[in-house]
């Protein structure tokens, strides 16, 4: 089984930014791709980055240039560097993995991100 823990979540101002991190618990199971996901209130759970295990990485357009995912697969952390957060970047952050053969989706628990105008 995999756990995912996340961190780094906060209340900003505009224009500030935060670190996201997540610890992968793997028991041995291998991660393929990681990426970070978000749900604001009312709202369906959309992709913000993703990670695979190349170090090819894919944003949504709407935090291209101002997120950035990394990854060290030898300590199974996963970053999310936000600068120039907005008050739309205000949601819940998960960590989200593909692993093990099969492959599945595992989830962190979540993180909030609160940012005020």
């Known amino acids: 089984q995999v756990q995912l823990v996340e961190s780094g979540g906060g209340s900003v101002q505009a224009g500030a930014s935060l670190r996201l991190s997540c610890v992968a618990s793997t028991d041995g199971v291998a991660i393929h791709n990681m990426g970070w996901y978000r749900q604001a209130p009312g709202k369906l759970r959309e992709v913000v980055a993703t990670?695979?295990?190349?170090?090819?990485?894919n944003y949504h357009g709407s935090v291209r240039g101002r997120f950035t995912i990394t990854r060290d697969n030898e300590k199974n952390t996963l970053s999310l560097q936000m600068n120039s957060l907005r008050s739309e970047d205000t949601a819940v952050y998960y960590c989200?993995?593909?692993?093990?053969?099969?492959?599945?989706?595992?989830w962190g628990q979540g993180t909030q991100v609160t940012v005020s105008s």
């Open positions: 989200n993995a593909l692993a093990g053969n099969p492959p599945r989706f595992y």
């Open positions: 990670i695979l295990s190349d170090g090819n990485t």
